[in-house]
């Protein structure tokens, strides 16, 4: 199993930007499909981006243009950049890595976007 440790959240004023990372442990990392999701009380975990081991990406519709998902595998980290932010993103922010069988979450940051 890949361990998952997410720093960077925090609190900001709309219009601000923070960036997240997500270090891996184990050897599977640069093999697996990293993902970012998000979720605020009482409400679903939803899937903010996601970035393949060939470095292929994607976006929720809520965050494009605006957050941009990158890894770097010397690092064992994927990134989340996330530039004029609102009150609604919110949330606390999970790191996912996927491989084969493989499936493992980390344990969260807090990102308060003010307004």
């Known amino acids: 199993q890949v361990q998952l440790v997410e720093s960077g959240g925090g609190l900001v004023q709309a219009g601000g930007s923070l960036r997240l990372s997500c270090v891996a442990s184990g050897s599977i990392f640069r093999l697996s499909t990293m993902y970012w999701y998000r979720q605020t009380p009482g409400k679903q975990r939803d899937m903010v981006a996601w970035?393949?081991?060939?470095?292929?990406?994607g976006y929720a519709d809520s965050v494009k243009g605006r957050f941009t998902i990158s890894r770097d595998n010397a690092k064992n980290t994927v990134y989340l950049q996330m530039n004029n932010l609102k009150p609604e993103d919110t949330a606390v922010y999970y790191c996912?890595?996927?491989?084969?069988?493989?499936?493992?979450w980390g344990q969260g940051t807090q990102v308060t976007v003010s307004s």
């Open positions: 970035v393949t081991s060939g470095d292929s990406r």
């Open positions: 996912r890595a996927i491989y084969l069988a493989n499936d493992s």
